[in-house]
């Protein structure tokens, strides 16, 4: 091996454990960025499975207004087709559905229930539409067709279960039309890939009554030969950063008459998955993070190593080593400890990826009621993709050090102090600004507020080391008369920035982050729980078990004398403009709070058009005033856009419409909001139990409010797990600095000791450079990170979600992040402090001959 | 007596091996007089230099110091207490002069009267520079100072809490010859000025000669 090179291996090894902790660095980086990708493609890959079990080859979908049709269409439409109507020229195949998301149970009072999708088909019409669905020719088939409540169930959910899958069985699912007993006849695979929601297959007659939807169909699925392939750079592009392009809402509608329409299903699937990107995106941001945060860990212990080694860069360029051949040989070192830190991240990260996609799932199911849990795929592009990523962002926090390691003097001694080019680092930071504003262009979305927040905190780690300086020179013209030990920590303080300014500028932006992100959680959880207070303002509320149009008769007919007012909502799915929304036709009678209870953004909840929710109202561009094209049954009512309402569940956009804009519309799920209980709580619910149909479910607001508060932690849950990972790789960079200035001080302290300092002071030393270093962190990470939460709250959560929230400011949260900060100081000093305290003069002091 | 070493040992572990480096070693020291200790590389000088400062305890054998009046045998000694009669009645001038690179002149020698707690620290540390003619150099940051210059720092620092003695351990090792001899002459006039005692570790014939007494380590058969 060339000699040169093998000189500079042997430091990596003398300096090991600062090596180490740099190669920990870069592995938590790429184990982080491996592990988001990782988890987030098993989601989305789910989705995709669980999609293609449920649409299998179909590419369109006919469906009618509150995404139902008359099964009577039906006949009608297949007479078309196969008559060569040429609207269904390219049609290959057409298949009635219905379908619904069910629970299933072994028996029907267990607690144990699975969630599954019903999906009730014509086994002859499918045929090969779907693989799951038995061939028509085939005993299962037949059976389905021919004996009522017979189903097939997939082996995993069985599984779960704990039901034999080889042997039939009474089970009992649960719907919205209430608790109904099957006959499982026979199991089917669904594959490794898809372990979350299980999937039921029935025919339509027995799906129909399962649901309570006799005459009714979900949709008639065709099979059309045109649909292309995404392109191949797409399919690359979507692999690498997963939910980076996000498709335009489908509008590719075509009107059939009738009141039906055709819709694309990729289209449709795709506005699912878009919504499910955002927060992925968000997750793949602070993936990044981490890793960025790992960067500096490495750039600082690569100059710490560079600099101790000065002297020995001038001896070798004054036996004529070139300065690229130093060059050279910094950026190889580099580059071992990047593959060596690589190798572990990939190990770790896959890893750490099992436990995130837990909690990604959980958010998604929580979030979009979307099914998320997939095994992890052995998918390479990952894997290739955060092991570069680590490789170049290793080289790159490197070029700085071996720069300068170049620049040495032959028999140089230093590096020289590289004067802070205040000039250029305010160019820097100006260019940092500039380019954070830009990225705030509209059209860039809420990927450019993501920029954007990366510029802030680019901005801090550029202006860090500066600002320490400052802190600590302002300190010392301060305490001009202090003891000369307190403006000697200060003085080390300051010249040990060469080696901690780095790892305080990671500090800067964990904390930062955390601010920033800790600010917008705490604006989000405050502007919720309002929301949610107004929105469950009502003591009591009712669901009914089915469909419904009306408000049932004998529940009517108790409500004058036991509540003052009431909110009698019947709400169905659609499609609105492209967009999946939740249509609810509200009828209000006597005392309830003014609009509903909403938090109106603009306008009012009024009779005379309808309500629509913020997320959607910005998806749509529409907002009061605008007219809104609603499908009801026939065709379409173009209804005025009378107010925009706060909402903050991500899923489909919601739709208020007053009854007495029409006549009922159709019939939906069925819900019964009580204002103002007349006598006590207990006899309301009494009554209204002995009234209302069976299946129906009375619920007390706090239950429904804990509910929803839970889904909300969960939501952050993640985030948190994310930040905490970069907190803890910047404190860990902190200890690596702290540690090496603990080494580098040991000579000094051992003269000190021998002079007759005694054995606290250099602990106290060490200790208080730690908090100084930690507090003036937090100090600049403060107006940072009220800076990342403006960009969140106003830009992020604005674009990605639409949705607007109320400011707060909570003095907690500073004071917490100045106690994390002190405390990842104090932890991070505590080890070489405790080195320091143990070691004896004569120990130190035999160091200050080997040093010199 | 200002120090009285008795029959002081000292062995280290090595490879599992215990090496003894001192044995049976005895001196006596009186105040304002000088020792110098020579011996081969390798020989102990350093360790018994080591020993008397407390910075190190013996395996055998007592060293008592009697200084303002009082009697202190290391050996008895907690940590704290040594330390804080090292502080207190010691002055180190090392090899390297080792002074605090953060800290300036002036500050290297205030250092030690503040820790001591003497009125006007800044004060006596000036005085001291100038009597070492370095009135002019006060705001100079070691790496900014000539060896010479640093060592003379270095024993400003040394007397600046007014120590019964000086330990000094190859004081001129790291000076050229001539340099080494004008700071080690303005070394002992001071201390003979102030009626100071001197134990100096050297290996340089011309240091060792003209002391009061000296001890010659060697390797015993
Ligand atoms: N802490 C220690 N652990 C192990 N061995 C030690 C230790 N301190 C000193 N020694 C050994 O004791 C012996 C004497 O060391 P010492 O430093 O006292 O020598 P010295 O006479 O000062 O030499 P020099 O003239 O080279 O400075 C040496 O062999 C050394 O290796
Ligand atoms: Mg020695």
New interface residues.
């Given amino acids: 091996m060339n000699l040169l090179l093998r000189s500079h291996l042997r430091h990596l090894w003398r300096d090991r454990w600062q090596t180490l902790l740099a190669v920990f660095g870069i592995a938590i980086g790429v184990a982080v960025v491996l592990a988001v990708d990782l988890a987030n493609a098993a989601s989305r890959e789910a989705m995709r499975v669980a999609t293609q079990q449920l649409d299998g080859s179909a590419t369109h979908a006919i469906t009618g207004a509150g995404e139902r049709l008359a099964e009577s269409a039906y006949p009608a439409l297949r007479l078309s087709w196969r008559q060569g109507d040429e609207r269904f020229a390219d049609v290959r195949a057409m298949a009635p559905v219905v379908t619904a998301e069910v629970r299933l149970a072994r028996a029907p009072e267990e607690g144990e229930v699975w969630p599954m999708q019903l999906l009730g088909v014509d086994p002859v019409a499918d045929a090969g539409m779907r693989a799951t669905v038995p061939g028509p020719a085939s005993g299962a088939a037949g059976r389905l067709i021919s004996e009522p409540g017979t189903v097939l169930v997939d082996v995993a959910s069985l599984r779960r279960l704990g039901i034999d899958p080889d042997a039939e069985a009474t089970l009992w699912v649960r719907s919205a039309a209430g608790i109904r007993p099957v006959r499982m006849i026979a199991s089917f695979s669904l594959g490794e890939r898809a372990l979350g929601q299980g999937l039921m297959i029935a025919d339509i007659a027995t799906a129909q009554e399962l649901l309570d939807r006799v005459g009714w169909l979900s949709r008639i699925d065709l099979e059309r030969q045109r649909a292309a392939p995404a392109a191949g750079w797409a399919v690359l592009l979507e692999r690498l950063f997963p939910g980076l392009v996000i498709p335009p809402p489908a509008s590719d509608e075509r009107d059939l008459g009738g009141g039906l329409r055709e819709v694309s299903l990729a289209e449709q699937a795709a506005d699912t998955r878009a919504l499910a990107a955002s927060f992925q995106l968000n997750l793949a941001a602070l993936g990044l993070l981490a890793l960025l945060v790992g960067l500096f860990l490495v750039h600082g212990a690569l100059t710490h190593a560079v600099m101790r080694r000065a002297r020995s860069f001038g001896r070798l360029r004054a036996l004529g080593v070139q300065a690229a051949e130093i060059h050279r040989m910094v950026l190889a070192e580099a580059a071992v400890m990047g593959v060596l830190g690589v190798l572990a991240g990939l190990v770790i990260g896959r890893w750490l990826a099992r436990a995130l996609l837990l909690l990604v799932a959980g958010t998604l199911e929580n979030l979009y009621g979307q099914v998320a849990v997939a095994a992890l795929a052995p998918d390479p592009v990952p894997m290739v993709k955060a092991a570069s990523v680590g490789i170049m962002a290793t080289l790159l926090a490197a070029l700085p050090a071996a720069s300068r390691a170049s620049q040495v003097a032959p028999n140089g001694r230093s590096l020289g102090v590289q004067r802070a080019d205040a000039s250029r680092r305010a160019a820097l930071i100006a260019l940092l600004i500039v380019a954070g504003a830009a990225a705030l262009h509209p059209r860039l979305g809420y990927a450019g507020g993501l920029l954007a927040v990366g510029a802030v905190l680019l901005t801090a780690a550029v202006l860090t080391p500066a600002w320490m300086r400052t802190c600590l020179r302002l300190l010392l013209d301060v305490l001009k008369l202090a003891?000369?030990?307190v403006?000697?920590l200060l003085?080390?303080s300051?010249?040990g920035l060469l080696r901690s300014g780095v790892a305080a500028s990671a500090l800067v932006i964990a904390m930062a982050t955390a601010l920033g992100m800790g600010l917008m959680v705490e604006s989000f959880r405050s502007s919720v729980d309002r929301w949610l207070d107004a929105r469950l303002a009502a003591p009591l509320h009712l669901q009914f078990a089915g469909e419904h149009r009306e408000l049932p008769e004998a529940v009517a007919d108790l409500l004058p004398q036991t509540v003052r007012g009431h909110v009698f909502r019947v709400t169905w799915s659609d499609r609105v403009g492209g967009q999946p929304v939740r249509v609810s036709r509200i009828s209000v009678t006597g005392e309830v709070p003014e609009d509903l209870g909403l938090a109106m953004v603009a306008g009012r909840f009024g009779p005379q058009g309808v309500a629509i929710s913020e997320p959607l109202s910005r998806r749509l561009q529409k907002s009061v005033g605008a007219t809104l094209s609603l499908p009801v049954a026939g065709g379409a009512l173009e209804l005025p856009i009378t107010g925009v309402f706060r909402e903050y569940g991500a899923g489909p956009g919601l739709i208020l419409v007053a009854d007495g804009v029409v006549a009922p519309l159709l019939a939906g799920s069925a819900a019964l909001e009580l204002h103002g209980p007349r006598g006590d709580l207990d006899g309301v619910v009494k009554a209204l139990a002995a009234a209302a149909p069976e299946g129906a479910r009375i619920r007390h607001n706090e239950e429904l409010l804990a509910l929803a508060r839970g889904v909300f932690d969960r939501t952050f849950r993640v985030t948190s797990v994310l930040q905490a990972i970069a907190g803890a790789v910047a404190a860990f960079g902190l200890f690596a600095a702290l540690t090496a200035l603990g080494l580098e001080r040991r000579?000094?302290y051992g003269?000190?000791?021998?002079?007759?300092?005694?054995?606290r002071t250099p602990v106290l030393q060490n200790l208080g450079e730690a908090l100084l270093l930690a507090a003036a962190a937090v100090l600049l990470a403060m107006p940072l990170g009220v800076g990342v939460a403006v960009i969140l709250i106003e830009v992020v959560n604005v674009r990605a979600f639409g949705w607007s929230l109320d400011w707060q400011f909570p003095p907690w949260l500073f004071l917490q992040a100045l106690l994390i900060s002190l405390l990842a100081g104090l932890l991070a000093a505590a080890l070489p402090a405790w080195s320091l305290y143990r070691a004896?003069?004569?120990a130190l002091?035999q160091e200050?001959r080997a040093d010199? | 007596m200002l120090l009285e070493v008795q029959a002081v040992a000292r062995a280290f572990a090595q490879g599992g091996r215990r090496i003894p480096v001192l044995e049976q070693v005895s001196l006596e020291l009186a105040a304002g007089q000088r020792l110098t200790i020579t011996g081969r590389s390798g020989s102990g000088k350093s360790t018994l230099l080591?020993l008397m400062?407390g910075?190190?305890l013996p395996d055998a054998g007592r060293i008592i110091w009697q200084v303002a009046g009082r009697s202190w045998n290391l050996a008895e000694l907690d940590?704290?207490t040594r330390?804080?009669?090292?502080?207190?009645h010691?002055g180190?001038v090392?090899?390297?002069f080792?002074l605090?690179?953060?800290?300036t002149a002036l500050?290297n020698v205030?250092?030690?009267a503040?820790?001591?707690g003497l009125d006007d620290?800044f004060g006596r540390a000036r005085w001291r520079l100038q009597r070492l003619g370095l009135g002019d150099r006060e705001d100079a940051f070691p790496d900014t100072l000539s060896g010479g210059e640093q060592q003379r720092v270095a024993i400003a620092?040394a007397l600046v809490h007014e120590p019964a003695v000086i330990l000094a351990d190859e004081p001129t090792g790291?000076l050229d010859r001539e340099t080494g001899d004008a700071v080690f002459a303005q070394l002992l006039e001071v201390l003979a000025e102030e009626d100071r005692a001197l134990v100096l570790v050297t290996h340089d014939p011309e240091l060792a000669a003209g002391g009061d007494a000296e001890l010659a380590l060697g390797r015993t058969p």
């Fill in positions: 003891p000369l030990q403006r000697l003085r080390d300051e010249r000579t000094q003269v000190l000791r021998t002079l007759g300092v005694d054995r004896t003069p004569a002091m200050v010199a | 080591n400062a910075l190190d940590e704290t330390t804080a009669f090292r502080r207190r010691l180190f090392f090899q390297f080792n605090v690179p953060t800290l500050e205030a250092l030690l503040e820790l001591n620290p620092r790291n």
